[in-house]
């Protein structure tokens, strides 16, 4: 269902810019994108999600290509808190034309000083 | 403030005893999903109901029960059929916005069965 690829792991000094990249090849035209993070033990958080056009919040950026194949998640000042696994979900079930999300295994972003 | 209310945060239960796991939400969401989460792994769906008093199965609902009386709750009850019950459970509620369906999750219950 969720056919997305993520890198397992990566990890990324404090206070600079933290970009997950995700791959969605088989994304049909009116499915969105969005990012989820979940900190060790807690419940995923929602970060952000888009369509077509770029996305940005208090949390972080949202990068879709044009072609709307991949997508990159930015935290432009990544912080010893930012520490989490980050999922990105473009396909779930479908039910009454609402898509409930299928989270994979994501990527374990560390954050180190 | 808004949110999703789950509780116990830790359960420990005896082989063959059935537990029932609490999720309260006051956002006035219409959706609630119950999902499972073993150590590494992602999240699996268990149930999920999109409006009061119904409910759908998801991919491992085998073992689970659920109802849906009322729009703020929707608790999860983990039988002695579930043959592997030992796993952190995560509730959810959502809304759509613009289209896109968008999860709110609770802080989650770790049940262990010794």
């Known amino acids: 269902d969720a056919k997305t690829t993520q890198p397992p792991s990566m990890d990324c000094a404090e206070g600079r810019a933290a970009n997950l990249p995700c791959n969605h090849s088989t994304i049909s035209g009116n499915e969105y994108v969005y990012w989820y993070r979940q900190i060790h033990s807690q419940g995923p958080q929602y970060i952000i999600h888009?369509?077509?056009n770029n996305e940005t919040n208090e949390m972080a950026s949202l990068i879709i290509t044009e072609d709307r194949k991949s997508s990159t998640l930015i935290l432009p000042h990544a912080t010893l808190r930012d520490t989490a696994v980050y999922y990105c979900?473009?396909?779930?079930?479908?039910?009454?034309?609402?898509?409930?999300?299928?989270f994979g295994r994501g990527t374990s972003l560390i954050v180190h000083p | 403030d808004g949110g999703i209310t789950q509780s116990p945060k830790y359960l420990f239960r005896k082989e063959g005893q059935n537990v029932t796991l609490s999720c309260e939400q006051n956002l006035n969401h219409d959706a609630m999903y119950w999902y499972r989460q073993d150590p590494g792994q992602g999240l699996r769906l268990i149930y999920y109901s999109q409006i009061v008093n119904d409910f759908q199965k998801g991919d491992i609902a085998e073992g689970y029960s659920v109802s849906r009386e009322k729009k703020e709750s929707f608790p999860l009850t983990v039988t002695s059929a579930q043959k592997n019950p030992t796993a952190f459970y995560l509730c959810a509620s959502s809304i759509v916005i613009s289209g896109a369906n968008v999860l709110t999750f609770g802080a989650g219950s770790r049940l262990t069965v010794l």
């Open positions: 979900i473009v396909r779930g079930r479908n039910s009454g034309g609402s898509y409930i999300p299928t």
């Open positions: 888009g369509l077509k």
